[in-house]
């Protein structure tokens, strides 16, 4: 029987970034109305840059090659993490996301290089605006409208500067494992993007 494993393509998250993370989820979970949102463990979070979906494991090593190819004409760059908003907003908020900023378009475009490569393997580009964003909490589906609302009111109210700026150079195939504890994320490889431009 084949093998078959959840991957998706993702930047991960250097220490400073999760602690901050950690912080503002501390900020916000008490003030929030209870048993709302579904906090996300500050590890787990990621960057993600495509979902591929139940992949058969014998396609891994195809996967990492199509994920070289897409890095090689990238040079590192930073990215800075702040903000904070929900989807699909505040008044009806499923979602509370910490935003991404990168504002000379190299995080598009190493997205962009990305679906490229893994396109032609059978994982069709992705049609929806790409809002780069760290999940921090799921809202519960049994959550009553009026604590919904009220922790839409608390996001909206809660000033969030800039947390950290960090350089990403490296892009990576991750593996979803659905537990009954919640998801766990193992890096199964690394593409590295070129150390320096070409001259």
């Known amino acids: 029987?084949?093998?078959?494993?959840?991957?998706?393509?993702?930047?991960?998250?250097?220490?400073?970034?999760?602690?901050?993370?950690?912080?503002?989820?501390?900020?916000?979970?008490?003030?929030?109305p209870p048993r709302t949102?579904?906090?996300?463990?500050?590890?787990?979070?990621?960057?993600?840059?495509?979902?591929?979906g139940d992949v058969p494991v014998a396609r891994r090593d195809e996967?990492?090659?199509?994920?070289?190819?897409?890095?090689?004409?990238h040079a590192p760059f930073p990215?800075?993490?702040?903000?904070?908003g929900c989807f699909p907003n505040a008044r009806r908020p499923r979602v509370v996301w910490v935003g991404i900023r990168?504002?000379?378009?190299?995080?598009?475009a190493l997205r962009g290089s990305v679906e490229q490569q893994v396109a032609p393997l059978g994982f069709p580009t992705e049609n929806r605006p790409f809002t780069p964003h760290l999940t921090l909490g799921r809202v519960n589906r049994d959550a009553s409208r009026s604590d919904v609302e009220k922790l839409g009111t608390l996001i909206s109210a809660t000033a969030l500067g800039d947390l950290h700026t960090w350089p990403v150079s490296a892009v990576s195939l991750m593996r979803s494992e659905l537990?009954?504890?919640?998801?766990?994320?193992?890096?199964?490889?690394?593409?590295?993007?070129?150390?320096?431009?070409?001259?």
């Open 37 to 52: 949102v579904r906090w996300v463990q500050p590890d787990s979070i990621h960057l993600t840059l495509k979902f591929l």
């Open 179 to 199: 537990k009954p504890t919640g998801a766990v994320y193992t890096a199964l490889y690394h593409a590295a993007l070129r150390s320096r431009p070409d001259v």
């Open 102 to 108: 990168e504002d000379a378009g190299a995080l598009e």
């Open 79 to 84: 990215v800075t993490a702040g903000g904070l």
């Open 63 to 73: 996967l990492q090659a199509a994920l070289q190819a897409a890095v090689g004409n």
């Open 1 to 32: 029987m084949t093998e078959i494993w959840r991957l998706f393509i993702a930047l991960e998250l250097p220490s400073e970034v999760k602690d901050g993370l950690e912080a503002i989820r501390a900020r916000l979970a008490s003030p929030a």
